[in-house]
Each structure stands twice: as structure tokens, then as C-alpha cells.
């Protein structure tokens, strides 16, 4: 089965650039989409189809997709950004199933 | 506004079974592929189930395969899981899950419903 690999954590200061990856064999070749998951909170979708981003995510919000390795990138970060982030694709290889990736919770310091 | 609200959770012994289910309204329920994602308490996301529109596709996750059933009601607007033969390692919060129309991400999702398996 398709194997989706994340830092378990990323910390970055306020303002700054945040880049969360998601590793994968030949992820580029999948379309890649991005949940951001607060405390008790449903996940919500931050980026589809690896660089989309659904109407009332912030533009801070960006994604790319190349070869063994998708990107989340978050811009000029805030404390509100702070949340587990996963990343998802389906995989066919074996059946039809959506595979997520183990998580990176994300801290503003 | 597109709104999912699951139900059906609660506590359960091993063995035993429960059917949640999830009531959809503010888009055309009919047209959407609709899924089944679970969290146990500290854990990450784990896909479940899948079913198409019309209920033409059926997919399952190998950890509830044989266990696990999914359907729908597009007349009631509605999605559900039975579960039987329920294990302690099915305890998690269960969230319904909409797949886009084009893309296969999840763009909307209900709050979840929590289903403890404990004697």
C-alpha cells in the first residue's frame, strides 16, 4: 500500500515562512490535498489538486508537487495557523483508497 | 451552506455493533461521492470507506473490510456505516466526508461522532 511520509512537527516564528512536506513514491505524479486540523475541530481543507486553494483559504497558503516530495507552504505565519496538518491522495494501485499522511503539528512560537 | 451532522456514536463492547449515520444538506446530495474518515483519540486520519453517487462503487480500508458496511439514501439525504464485530481499536471520533467533484479531495466534513469500544 502507498506509504505518505510527515515531519511529526514543524516550528517557525510569527511572520515567518513555514514548509511542511509529505513524501511519497512518485507523489508527483498524484494530486495532493492539504487539511489543517485544530484542537477538537473538524479538518478542513487548505489545498487541492497540490496548489489549489479553496475560496476563504488565505493566500499565505501554497502548495507544490515534484517528484518524491509535496510541499505546504505557509506564509508570513500566524499564531491561528498553528494546527496538525495532513496531507491525502488516493491511491489506486491497490484497489481505490485515500491514504493520509501521519501528520505534522505545526507551532508557532 | 453545506452542513454534515453525523450520529450513531456511543459507547459499545467488543463485538458489538453500532450504525452511524450522516445527514447532508445545502448541496444536491445525489451528485457527490461520500466517505467515511476516522481518528482514534490522539491519532492521525485514517480513511475508512468510500461509495459513489449512486452507490455503483464500494470501497473499504483493509482494517474494517468484512466488518464494515457502507450505503446510502440519496432520497434522505443521508450516509451510513454499520459496523459489526467491533474491536477497542475501532475507537475513534468517525467524520463524514464529502470528495470534490473533480479533484477527490474532501472539501467538506461533518464534526464527528465518537465510538468507544469497551467492555
Known amino acids: 500500500s502507498y506509504v505518505l511520509t510527515q515531519p511529526p512537527s514543524v516550528s517557525v516564528a510569527p511572520g515567518k515562512t513555514a514548509r511542511i512536506t509529505c513524501g511519497g513514491n512518485?507523489?508527483?505524479?498524484?494530486?495532493v490535498h492539504w487539511y489543517q486540523q485544530k484542537p477538537g475541530q473538524a479538518p478542513v481543507l487548505v489545498i487541492y489538486?497540490?496548489?489549489d486553494r479553496p475560496s476563504g483559504i488565505p493566500e499565505r497558503f501554497s502548495g507544490s508537487n515534484s517528484g518524491n516530495t509535496a510541499t505546504l507552504t505557509i506564509s508570513r505565519v500566524e499564531a491561528g495557523d498553528e494546527a496538525d496538518y495532513y496531507c491525502?491522495?488516493?491511491?489506486?494501485?491497490?484497489?481505490?483508497?485515500?491514504?493520509f499522511g501521519g501528520g505534522t503539528q505545526l507551532t508557532v512560537l | 451552506e453545506v452542513q454534515l451532522v453525523e450520529s450513531g456514536g456511543g459507547l459499545v463492547k467488543p463485538g458489538g455493533s453500532l450504525r452511524l449515520s450522516c445527514a447532508a444538506s445545502g448541496f444536491t446530495f445525489s451528485s457527490y461521492s461520500m466517505n467515511w474518515v476516522r481518528q482514534a483519540p490522539g491519532k492521525g486520519l485514517e480513511w475508512v470507506s468510500s461509495i459513489s453517487s449512486s452507490s455503483s462503487y464500494i470501497y473499504y480500508a483493509d482494517s474494517v473490510k468484512g466488518r464494515f458496511t457502507i450505503s446510502r439514501d440519496n432520497a434522505k439525504n443521508s450516509l451510513y456505516l454499520q459496523m459489526n464485530s467491533l474491536r477497542a481499536e475501532d475507537t475513534a471520533v468517525y467524520y463524514c466526508a464529502r470528495e470534490g467533484a473533480v479533484a477527490g479531495d474532501f472539501d467538506y466534513w461533518g464534526q464527528g461522532t465518537l465510538v468507544t469500544v469497551s467492555s
Open positions: 491525502q491522495v488516493w491511491d489506486s494501485s491497490s484497489d481505490h483508497n485515500a491514504v
Open positions: 489538486y497540490d496548489s
Open positions: 512518485n507523489i508527483g505524479s498524484k494530486s
